[in-house]
C-alpha cells in the first residue's frame, strides 16, 4: 500500500507559466517532506522541502505547500523553464525515524516545460 | 569527486550470478543509504549505515541482498543468485549527519537476464 501517492504521472506546461505538482500522503506520522528532481541517467537532487509545522515554503522560483488536514502537499513552479523539465518525486520521513532518514517516495511525476 | 559517485553504472548478470554493487559517498558524511528503484516507481528504501554501522535493514528484499560500510566510508551492496526482479537501478545517498539532507549517486542500472 503506498504511503506516497503522485497521481499525475505526467504534467506539460508552457515555457513561462505555472507548474503545479501534487502529493497524497497516507501516514499521519510523517512530519518533514521533500520534493526532489531527476534527470536521466542522473541520480536525485534535493530541491526543497518542508516541515510538518509549517504550511509553506518557498525558494526561488519553487514553493512547496503543505495541508495536514487534507494530507496533500504541492510544488508549485514559477514561472517554468525548460531546464526544469525532468522527473520530479514527492518523499516522506517520520520522527523519530527521521534520524536513521528513511525516505518513502512516490512514483514521480514527469513534467514537460514547453518552449 | 565532489559528489556521490557509484560503479559500475551498468551492470548486466545472468541468473543465478552475484554481483557487488559500490558505492563512494561524499567524504566525511556519517550516513549512508542504498535504495531500489524499479522502473516506473520511485526509490524505494534498502538499508543505511551510520558510520561503520548498519542501524536499519529492513527494506532489503530477501536474504539474498546484503551490505556492509566496514571502514564507514565506501558501502558495498552484494546480491547473491540475482533474479530477474532484481532488475533495478540501485540509488546510493550519503548525508554528513543524520537526518540531513541526503545526496544521491547516479545509480548503478542491474539487469538481470
Known amino acids: 500500500d503506498q504511503q506516497v501517492k503522485q497521481n499525475s504521472p505526467s504534467l506539460s506546461v508552457q515555457e513561462g507559466r505555472i507548474s503545479i505538482l501534487n502529493c497524497d500522503y497516507t501516514?499521519?506520522?510523517?512530519?518533514?517532506f521533500l520534493w526532489y528532481k531527476k534527470y536521466p541517467a542522473e541520480g536525485p537532487t534535493f530541491l526543497i522541502s518542508i516541515s510538518s509545522i509549517k504550511d509553506k515554503n518557498e525558494d526561488g522560483r519553487f514553493t512547496v505547500f503543505l495541508n495536514k488536514s487534507a494530507k496533500h502537499l504541492s510544488l508549485h513552479i514559477v514561472p517554468s523553464q525548460p531546464g526544469d523539465s525532468a522527473v520530479y518525486f514527492c518523499?516522506?520521513?517520520?520522527?523519530?525515524?527521521?534520524?536513521?532518514?528513511?525516505?518513502?517516495f512516490g512514483k514521480g511525476t514527469k513534467l514537460s516545460v514547453k518552449p | 569527486g565532489a559528489g556521490v559517485s557509484q560503479s559500475p553504472r551498468y551492470k548486466v548478470a545472468k541468473r543465478g550470478q552475484d554481483v557487488a554493487l559500490r558505492c563512494d559517498p561524499i567524504s566525511g558524511h556519517v550516513s549512508l543509504f542504498w535504495y531500489q528503484q524499479a522502473l516506473g516507481q520511485g526509490p524505494e528504501f534498502l538499508t543505511y549505515f551510520q558510520n561503520e554501522a548498519q542501524l536499519d535493514k529492513s527494506g532489503l528484499p530477501s536474504d539474498r541482498f546484503f551490505a556492509e560500510r566496514p571502514e564507514g566510508s565506501v558501502s558495498t551492496l552484494k546480491i547473491q543468485r540475482t533474479q530477474q526482479e532484481d532488475s533495478a537501478v540501485y540509488l546510493c545517498?550519503?548525508?554528513?549527519?543524520?537526518?540531513?539532507?541526503?545526496?544521491f549517486g547516479p545509480g548503478t542500472r542491474l539487469t538481470v537476464l
Open positions: 501516514n499521519s506520522m510523517f512530519d518533514y
Open positions: 545517498a550519503s548525508s554528513l549527519q543524520p537526518g540531513g539532507q541526503q545526496f
Open positions: 518523499a516522506a520521513s517520520r520522527g523519530p525515524g527521521r534520524s536513521q532518514g528513511n525516505l518513502i
